[in-house]
């Protein structure tokens, strides 16, 4: 604050007033926010990187995650067709069939009992992989009442496709379905995870009887996604 250069007596209340106005003694800066401000801008928090190959291979299920199941090798399955091109991409997690686009992707399989998981990770551009979910999301809502799918030279009828309980990673889906097949039934459970920019496929299917829903398996394997 600036006082003239001559010199006058003011008043005691005068005084008293001007002292207040200046903010003496009250702990507030009366300049606050009117220049600019010295606090370090906030940024927008950048996507995950992707992981290539290797480092999916890094994170896959060991018999040290499972001791209690018998964890092998298993290769990308078949490109999968249906009938109905809104059920191709539920088609294709259902029967473990090949997803195309990725940057990198790795196979393998859980066995405990009769059932048998395969597990697929694969790893997307942040976009593509919210997106995947979601395709296989409105597939879910509208197939449920069955399709005709072909993997490579097999043609698979889906007879039945009910929503399941699904938690874990930022996103997820599960499903339990009833297929025929050379005319013998059987039953399938299927959960697809999204964790950053990586998917993790679990299709849980049973050589008698009604496939387990492979909840040990998915949680084993998010553990080594974080």
């Not at 399938?188 to 496929?201: D, F, H, I, K, S």
């Amino acid at each position: 604050m600036r006082f003239p250069y001559a010199r006058r007596v003011l008043p005691a209340a005068a005084v008293i007033t001007l002292i207040t106005s200046c903010g003496t003694g009250t702990g507030k800066d009366t300049h606050a926010g009117t220049g600019p401000s010295s606090a370090p801008k906030s940024q927008a928090p950048q996507a995950p990187k992707p992981f290539d190959e290797d480092e999916l291979t890094a994170r896959q299920l060991t018999p040290q995650d499972l001791p209690d199941h018998k964890i092998e090798e298993a290769f990308q399955g078949a490109l999968i067709s249906s009938d109905k091109p809104e059920c191709r991409d539920l088609a294709t997690v259902l029967l473990g069939g090949a997803m195309t686009g990725t940057l990198g992707q790795v196979h393998n399989k859980a066995t405990k009992g009769t059932t048998a998981t395969k597990v697929s990770l694969h790893s997307w551009t942040a976009t593509k992989a919210g997106s995947v979910l979601a395709d296989v999301r409105a597939g879910g809502q509208a197939c449920g009442g069955g399709f005709n799918a072909v993997s490579g030279t097999d043609k698979v009828k889906i007879t039945k496709v009910v929503a399941a309980p699904a938690t874990g990673g930022d996103e997820s889906v599960a499903y339990s379905a009833e297929q025929e097949q050379n005319g013998e039934k059987s039953s399938v459970e299927v959960v697809l995870v999204r964790q950053g920019t990586t998917t993790a496929t679990f299709t849980a299917r049973s050589a008698s009887g009604a496939a387990e829903p492979p909840a040990a398996v998915v949680a084993a394997q998010l553990k080594k996604l974080h």
